[in-house]
């Protein structure tokens, strides 16, 4: 049996680790470790994503990119990710949307493949089994999903990766750039594709540098950027037009040709460019005009679809051009709400013979709105008793404890009461016991969408669909054929405005491919009075079940 070549060893040790003390930025480390598969197999390189490269080397502590899909950056936090853990021997945590599938999905179609492709990787970690923990040496890798807050605790992480933002649950994610502060050492890079203003990935993109990426035109020689539609030259008006594979990119400045099939050479002098100097945290833009797998038709085509599906509209602008967007017609706006505004005050009582209902939202205090109800002669007909019916608020505002809403209960002879369940659910169950039969507990639910109320059984609460729900709920401001759906008193406090004005309907794509619509707030902006609104609508079903109206003489 032949000996071992010890000296041969100890040599290539030697070596290994002068190569190693001759990497000084990460941007080197992972030109000579990395090795990549398709669409670009080989060495990782930065030929067909120049903008990386500099991303790569940032020394700031917090490092933004909000892009468009696929456009490399989960790449950038890969390398990131590996450089700080092979060389600086920093323990790092890695989070994703949710443990199940995005976690498990990343250990084996990115971790693993990165390590069976690149050797050195395979010879740094030595423990790769767990999904969640990764070992290399006395380094850590930790993998985790946004929605679980048990599993993101205690876990002392010098790099903190932040992948597709935008779907993490929000609140966790604050809870853990508060842990990272007790670091002596620390750096945060978050990527994601955004959705709508003032909120995920945008609301941290405001306050950084807002870089963009500028190149040397090769026509005009001066230095420009591709913007839609400026840039985007689409020779058809619909997508089964042949002509629609001819679509192009042009230089903003001279109009000339910008050729997609030689952007590695033009790209190629690109260079970061801040819109705001003196800001300590960074900040990255890119759109899909740059990719070198998407061709211009590809962007031209959706941008057509986007034209009459708003769905499509919202892909283009976030996962396409990478921008914030609202489709006409997401939220509620002030003319929509004056124009509800009626002749009467919010000390009006009831009127005999209508069905009177309330709806609250918890928070920090209760907000609540109580409702009467009308059925009028000329309504459309329709199986939808929602649809159907119109809305007298009474009365909206807020109350400090549960006890103040058994008052309400009793003045208005409310006949039905949908509560928020959470965050104050023993209260809020306790105020559903004293009111059995009148009161429910409400959660929001998934996968139901559409108005389906399910009832627990044994149990005074129920799951609801949140979209389909808001949306008749709010759909209210906007009225229809002339018909006012919903009258609000003149002296409805000015915070209700802003709480309807809050909600943001944004469209995208589920894990399915179905078209799903959800609600969203910008980040600090409360939506309160929207929820009771939401919550009064669904209580008109529970309302309608008594054939005699009749008051609540006292608690039960």
Known sequence: MKKPDMFGLFGQTIVAGLRKKSIVSCSDWASKYRVMGKPFPGPFSFKHHPWLKDMHDVDCDIAVGMKAAQMGFTEWALNTCFYYIDIKRTDTLYILPSKTPDASDFSAARFDTALELSPHLSSLFSSVKNIGHKRAGNTNLYVRGSHSKASLKSIPAGLLILDELEEMHQENIRLVMERQSGQLEKRMLMISTPRTAGRGIHMHYVNTTQEHFLFRCPSCSRYTELVFPECLVITAEAV?????INTHLICKECKNLLPHETKPSWLSTGKWVPSFTGRTDRGFHINQLYSPTVKPAEVGKLYLISKYDKTAEQEFH???????HEVEGARITD???????GGYTSDSMP???????MGCDQGGILHYEIDEWNFPPYAPITIDLNDLAEARVLRMGTVKNFEELDELMKHYGIHACVIDAQPERREATRFASRFYGFVNLCYYGEGIRSKTISQWANESAITVDRTAWMDTALGRFRGEQGRKRIALPKDMPLDYRQHIKAPVRT????RSGQDIGVYEVAEGVHDHYAHARTYSEIALQFAAT????HNISSPR
């Open 546 to 549: 008594l054939m005699n109206p």
């Open 335 to 341: 003319a929509n709400i004056t124009d509800c505004i």
């Open 507 to 510: 469209y995208r794509l589920d």
């Open 351 to 357: 009127r005999s013979g209508h069905l009177v209902t």
């Open 318 to 324: 976030n996962s396409k051009m990478g921008q914030v």
């Open 240 to 244: 089964t037009d042949p002509n629609l």
